[in-house]
């Protein structure tokens, strides 16, 4: 193993853990059948809403599961070409 594939990995695990942990904090709520009905959200957290925790959990969450695919697209780029064995 090469340095390039242990940092990779802990990188990879560390994004993991953190996408388990963003998910299980961000709240789920079902507004399928309330904004069916009629509910808005023209509320003061409705106007707001990218300054919510919601919001900041959900940002997080994009921006983690962003680094974990690039993480693992570069390794696996990287394997395909430094794992050859050189003939």
């Given at each position: 193993m090469t340095a390039v594939n242990i940092i990779s990995g802990i990188?990879?695990?560390i994004a993991s853990v953190a996408?388990?942990?963003?998910?299980?904090?961000?709240?789920t709520?079902?507004?399928?059948?309330?904004?069916?009905?009629?509910?808005?959200q023209d509320s003061f957290f409705?106007?707001?809403?990218?300054?919510?925790?919601?919001?900041?959990?959900?940002?997080?969450?994009?921006i983690i599961v962003i680094v974990f695919?690039?993480?693992?697209l570069i390794v696996n780029v990287l394997s395909a070409y430094i794992g050859k064995p050189v003939a």
């Amino acid at each position: 193993m090469t340095a390039v594939n242990i940092i990779s990995g802990i990188i990879l695990v560390i994004a993991s853990v953190a996408i388990i942990l963003s998910v299980l904090f961000s709240d789920t709520h079902n507004s399928g059948l309330n904004s069916a009905i009629g509910g808005s959200q023209d509320s003061f957290f409705g106007r707001n809403g990218g300054n919510t925790r919601e919001a900041k959990i959900n940002r997080a969450t994009t921006i983690i599961v962003i680094v974990f695919f690039v993480v693992a697209l570069i390794v696996n780029v990287l394997s395909a070409y430094i794992g050859k064995p050189v003939a």
